[in-house]
């Protein structure tokens, strides 16, 4: 049974049910979440990790949070920080996070052990190869479906720019594709 | 959004619905938990500021209490040596020890004020000259002699 974000929201904000409520939200987005972070971490335990924090931090601010905007975003936007956090803790103090691609990619399991096809593998590492904000927007488009409107809300940037990094990510993962297809 | 199987999609990794389910409910215990523990060193550290702030008022109000009057003792036993001296045996009351108001210890300095200046004016009562008693010294000197001692009086 699905239940309202303002459902969700008035449990948190009341001392006998808030963790009732919390225990709702987290089994509403609490997989959702872990999808998120993972595809952005790749690695399972880092992501669990992340997905520790994430809680803990939702658990801890939901009391205050204004309700303004979408709850799934404002979650989404704890998730993707924590995540992000996760991979900093990965690079030294003047690498960016962007060039931990091939390191991510290692991460990935081999084709043999991998239930899914061989392309969806081929379509991680492809998206491995691409700058973190415009792997974020794709991943966010298209594995959860969202707005643009709500990835804007998650990462802060605005609505045109991530329709560019959008389609910037997509010519990019069909030239990696092209180009690796055997 | 659709349901949950969106966020699978297409994804080559080897965890079911089922473990990430039961990840998600192992950090959401894990994130209660913690979220207690942490409320409750909280609230032993505000309890551990409260008392620390307790005795630090306690130290200074304790530090105000014994410490301003022996000041102000010293500074009257100073004021009472200065009395002493300027009394000279006179009939002067010496400052009490014990006065701590700025009030009173303004009117024990205006007393040592009044005091010198009544010591300063203070006119000997007796006068004596010579050898005997003068009334004796007068009666035998001729008219010569004390209309010397006259001259001599009030020079």
Known sequence: MKVSNDDILAMMRSDDRREQGYRLLMRQYGRALYWHIRRIVVDHD??????????????????????????MAWVYSIATREALQVLRRHTSIFQSIDSLGEALADKLPAPSRVDGDKASLLLQRALLTLPTTQRMAFNMRYFDDMSYEQIAAVTGKSVATLKTNYHYATERIKDYITSNES | ??????????????????????????????????????????????????????????????????????????????????TTIVDSGQTQQPIEAGVTDDAALDDALLDVSI??????????????????????????CDDAMLEQYEDNLYI
Not at chain 2, 70 to 80: D, F, G, H, K, P
């Open chain 1, 46 to 71: 880092d992501a669990e990790d992340a997905l520790q924090e994430t809680a803990i931090k939702i658990f801890d601010r939901l009391a205050s949070y204004n309700g303004d905007g979408d709850l």
């Open chain 2, 1 to 82: 959004m659709k349901e949950q199987e969106i966020y699978t999609r297409q994804m080559p990794f080897n965890e079911s619905p089922e473990e990430i389910d039961a990840l998600v409910s192992r950090v959401t215990d894990k994130a209660i938990n913690e979220a207690g523990a942490r409320r409750h060193r909280a609230a032993r550290r505000r309890t551990w500021w409260s008392a620390a702030a307790a005795v630090a008022v306690v130290a200074i109000v304790a530090a105000v209490v014994l410490l301003r009057p022996a000041s102000t003792q010293r500074e009257l036993l100073a004021i009472n040596d200065v």
């Open chain 2, 115 to 140: 005091l010198d200046t009544e010591v300063s004016t203070d006119v000997p009562t007796e006068v004596t000259a010579g050898p005997g008693p003068i009334d004796d010294f007068i009666a035998s």
